[in-house]
């Protein structure tokens, strides 16, 4: 039994959400998508280590879970939209997030983002038929 | 018969969808991107499409991953949206067409995509936020829609080139039908983005700016990449935007450009809009 090698693998600080993150992680993606529902969201608040049980969440999934360790969890194989529905509730951002994943602050982030963008108008100026304002 | 009048692209990331919620189209951040939705409203109003076939991928509301079709049609009367995860209220059901949409499934799987059918299709702010940024918000939705998952969370998810092909079978198939409607398609998503790990906040504006260009004249430029290419270049979530290649493939080759609009960041993402128009309309 072996995992097939993809060529995407070599991307840096990237977790490519494929067959073999889905299948480790199952147990805890379905942890995840059951917040959907605020009455799933209200029993997790109220004892996360039980609620962690109760969908055969254990171990280093478990400790990352209690500890809101959005990283450990996304290389554990989290899926980041079913991450989402655990952190954005509990006031962290895909923002906030993407600063943790990089020992950064959401402002630093947020400036990162904000940079990308420089000279983007003239960008578009000198291409052919964009709306400019 | 119904035809396609054209095809309309938008970012759909939840925070276009919160601005909106919370008035905040003409704040500092917010404005340019919005102001560059008016001409795609105005087409769109003028025009009047019947229907909306709306390409887009669930983030886990409808499907979870016990279950991932690759592509999926919505075929109901009703559609409606739910909570995310995220304590927000719904918003209005939207109305479908049933007969339509199997019309459009019998076409498809005659032409050998062999489409999941769905009688019942929550949908989620991949489907509700570009909706909302070209027709508004409103209690009674002013177009019929009609959803079309492509699965781009859990990968393999299909290549560009396969999305580009599920358009030209599209069109066939909307043509074929023997109602008197105008039907619009929606490409939503993207563009760059990468929300996950130590790369997160990537955002490739020259290449998103190309990939626009070419989408609308030139589209199988962009079938030319594999996914783990435009991954690399544009982010693990930038992978959305070969939704937008099901929108063009249903479009006539030559198509007439009303409308280019492009803005980055929107949250971690850069946004773009496009409008095209069939020349026989």
Not at chain 2, 5 to 14: A, E, K, L, Y
Request: net charge negative; glycine share 8%.
């Amino acid at each position: 039994m072996a995992w097939t090698k993809h060529d995407y693998e070599d991307i840096p600080g990237t977790y490519v959400f494929d067959g073999k993150h889905a299948h480790g992680s199952y147990a805890l993606n379905k942890l995840l998508f059951s917040f959907c529902e605020e009455a799933n969201r209200t029993e997790f608040d109220a004892d996360p280590a039980a609620y962690c049980d109760k969908f055969h969440v254990a171990g280093k999934y478990k400790d990352f879970v209690l500890k809101k360790d959005f990283l450990g969890m996304l290389r554990a194989g989290a899926n980041i939209y079913y991450m989402a529905k655990m952190a954005i509730p509990r006031g962290t951002s895909v923002q906030d997030a993407g600063a943790q994943f990089q020992g950064i602050t959401t402002k630093e982030f947020q400036a990162k983002l904000l940079a990308k963008a420089d000279g983007l108008v003239d960008k578009i100026k000198q291409r052919e038929g964009y709306w400019n304002g | 018969m119904a035809k396609i009048i054209g095809g309309v692209t938008s970012s759909h990331i939840p925070a276009v969808g919160n601005a909106i919620a919370n008035n905040l189209q003409q704040e500092p951040y917010w404005k340019r991107f919005f102001d560059g939705y008016k001409p795609a409203q105005d087409w769109l109003q003028k025009h009047k499409p019947d229907v909306a076939i709306i390409v887009y991928n669930d983030h886990g509301l409808n499907f979870f991953l016990d279950k991932v079709p690759t592509f999926a049609l919505g075929c109901a009367d009703t559609y409606d949206n739910a909570d995310e995860g995220w304590a927000l209220k719904p918003v209005s059901p939207f109305k479908g067409d049933a007969q339509f949409s199997w019309h459009l499934a019998e076409k498809l799987v005659e032409q050998e995509f062999d489409i999941c059918t769905c009688q019942e299709m929550k949908v989620d702010h991949g489907f509700v936020n570009p909706i909302r940024a070209l027709w508004g918000t409103h209690e009674v939705w002013p177009i019929t829609t009609i959803p079309l998952a492509v699965n781009v969370v859990q990968h393999p998810v299909p290549s560009a080139l396969r999305c580009y092909k599920l358009g030209q079978a599209l069109r066939k198939a909307v043509e074929s039908y023997s109602e008197d409607l105008k039907v619009v398609i929606l490409g939503t998503g993207g563009m760059s983005h990468q929300l996950q790990g130590e790369r997160a906040g990537l955002i490739d504006v020259d290449f998103d700016l190309e990939t626009m260009d070419r989408i609308a004249s030139d589209p199988e430029w962009f079938t030319q990449f594999s996914n783990s290419e435009i991954m690399r270049r544009t982010g693990t979530e930038g992978i959305e935007t070969i939704m937008w290649l099901v929108m063009r493939g249903a479009l006539q080759d030559n198509v007439k450009i009303v409308h280019k609009h492009y803005h980055a960041p929107i949250s971690n993402t850069g946004a773009g809009v496009l409008v095209l128009e069939n020349t026989f309309i």
